[in-house]
């Protein structure tokens, strides 16, 4: 007896030392999921719950107090590798892909839990990785070699692992999954390749496909008839590598479509090219798509439709309606009803110069640039006071179409041309808040760098971003005032998220070198924040 008792106290005691780590084993469950945006203690999907609204129900934090938070812990990783990822946190553990590697977190001390590392087996195209998801205790992330892996959350053991795509296709693995039910719902980057997009659902237990629907047609299949070269359907693009967004209740996903392919070169692909540069309305236990709305039609400067969401109710001309959020590269806030279908709005978040003047050989320097607009994290809205928080790269560049129709070539870039891009110096961002119903500004923060970062709103009037100064941001949601400013020593660039561990409410934000392109500087590194 003593034996026992003394067995299940010392259980006890490891699980309330890990913050209750040994829950993390079999949740969260459906139910769990699909009540996580009212959920303010974890913070369960890439953009805190299915709606996107990257809303927390915290409010330990607020104006009043905000100035008064500090630094309490910090994780920087070994591996060498973007840090663009949006952590996830579960029952006081928090899980997050860096590089090749998932790991778990204490989330209130950062002390290592354990770390899973995979071994690629093919060509990878581009290493980047935004993120895991979690449920019924597997934490599933994709692989820049083209696998959909499951690791188990209690020791970060290999549950399965399944090759999806692969290099040899075009494609690589970043986006974070979406989880619903029994489903893993994810799909390939790799338009700037020359890829032939998708997005599919497979079985949580094994990694088994259960649907699939391509985002470029097949001749004869509806849609085609907008590629005028029925040749570039084999190579049309059409990436994912940002969050997606569900409405659970109706079983409806909104999925956001990138760019066509060659980028540049338009004169290979004359025509709207569907589904390219769209937000789609997909029925999630089918995989049949509902409806459609193509943001840029015939797209020639990479200007992908990165974020189908938040979702969300307003009132729009006095009548209630469900809307959908469709924004990306080119720079544009747009308000879908999901119902009607209707467009609401189009508002500008960005510069805009030269967009509709047809690329040369000499070239054409327009704004927003190959980078500009919104990148892989979307807007935040606030339910408070029926706001859009838009974050914005303001960058410009020179597109030059190529001089001659361009050749593809396996596992290379298909870009039809070339970019000169201004001096990342003269880059710089904007934080855009927007009356969610009319699309007119409320207050607007300028950055002397762009604005990457994941920005995350909060019931006590607070918001938490970050920019290219390597500071981490807490702003005043009413009017854009910083209230705090701490310098991470990374570029904040990837998740800020807030969660509460034994009811103490704390921020983290993922900071470090960014990619290729942008550049940055030192190792992934997340660091958490608290008040005294």
């Known amino acids: 007896m003593q034996q026992i008792l003394r067995s299940t106290f010392l259980a006890t005691a490891l699980a309330l030392s890990f913050g209750g780590f040994a829950a993390a084993e079999s949740g969260p469950t459906t139910a769990e999921l699909n009540n996580a945006a009212a959920d303010a203690n974890n913070w369960l999907y890439a953009t805190h719950d299915y709606s996107g609204q990257r809303y927390s129900k915290l409010n330990q934090i607020t104006r009043s107090n905000a100035a008064k938070l500090q630094a309490v812990c910090m994780y920087r990783s070994a591996d060498a590798g973007p840090a663009q990822t949006n952590p996830v946190v579960y029952k006081g553990t928090m899980y997050l892909s860096i590089a090749r590697s998932i790991v778990a977190i204490d989330a209130a001390t950062c002390r290592e839990r ?79 390749f020359g890829q032939k997009g998708w997005v599919a659902a497979f079985n949580l237990a094994d990694g088994a496909e259960r649907w699939r629907l391509p985002f470029i047609p097949d001749p004869g299949q509806p849609g085609a008839e907008t590629w005028k070269n029925p040749e570039a359907l084999k190579t049309g693009g059409g990436s994912m590598w940002t969050p997606i967004t569900l409405d659970a209740a109706a079983g409806i996903l909104y999925v956001a479509v990138g760019n066509p392919a060659p980028d540049f070169y338009s004169d290979a692909r004359l025509g709207d090219n569907l589904y390219t540069n769209s937000l789609l309305a997909v029925d999630v236990h089918s995989g049949k798509m509902l409806w459609y709305h193509q943001a840029v039609p015939h797209d020639v ?12 109710s307003t009132t729009v001309g006095g009548k209630q309606r469900n809307v959908v959020v469709a924004s990306g590269k080119d720079g544009l806030l747009r308000l879908l009803d999901r119902d009607s279908r209707e467009l609401l709005y189009t508002v500008p978040f960005t510069t805009h110069e030269n967009v509709d003047v047809p690329l040369t050989v000499e070239g054409v320097r327009s704004c927003p640039g190959l980078l500009g607009g919104q990148e892989w994290n979307g807007s935040a809205y606030s339910p ?25 070539k396996q596992e290379e870039h298909y870009y039809g041309g070339s970019i000169v891009m201004d001096p990342f110096e003269q880059a710089k961002g904007w934080l855009t808040a927007f009356d969610a119903s009319t699309g007119k500004v409320r207050w607007r923060y300028a950055s002397n760098t762009p604005m990457l970062a994941a920005v995350t709103t909060t019931a006590g009037n607070v918001l938490f971003t970050g920019d290219f100064n390597r500071d981490f941001l807490a702003l005043d949601a009413t009017n854009g005032k910083v209230l705090y400013r701490f310098n991470t020593g990374g570029e904040v660039a990837g998740g800020v998220v807030t969660y509460a561990v034994a009811g103490k409410q704390y921020v983290a934000a993922v900071s470090g070198y960014v990619s290729a392109f942008f550049k940055g500087s030192g190792p992934a590194a997340v660091t958490v924040f608290a008040l005294p």
């Not at 408070?384 to 593809?408: G, H, I, Q, R, Y």
């Open 114 to 192: 354990w770390k899973y590392t995979w071994e690629a087996k093919g060509n990878e195209l581009s290493p980047t990785n935004r993120g895991v998801a979690i449920k019924d205790g597997k934490v599933i992330r994709g692989t820049a070699d083209g696998y959909l892996i499951a690791v188990n959350a209690g020791d970060g053991t290999l549950a399965w692992s399944r090759q999806i795509a692969s290099s040899k296709g075009q494609q690589y693995l970043s986006m974070p999954p979406l989880i619903f039910e029994d489903m893993v719902i994810y799909g390939p980057a790799g338009a700037d």
């Open 301 to 312: 400067r990479d200007w992908d439709l990165t974020h189908a969401g938040p979702l969300f």
């Open 384 to 408: 408070l006071s029926n706001t859009l928080f838009v974050p914005a790269v303001d960058w410009c560049t020179t597109f030059k179409k190529a001089a001659a129709t361009p050749e593809f």
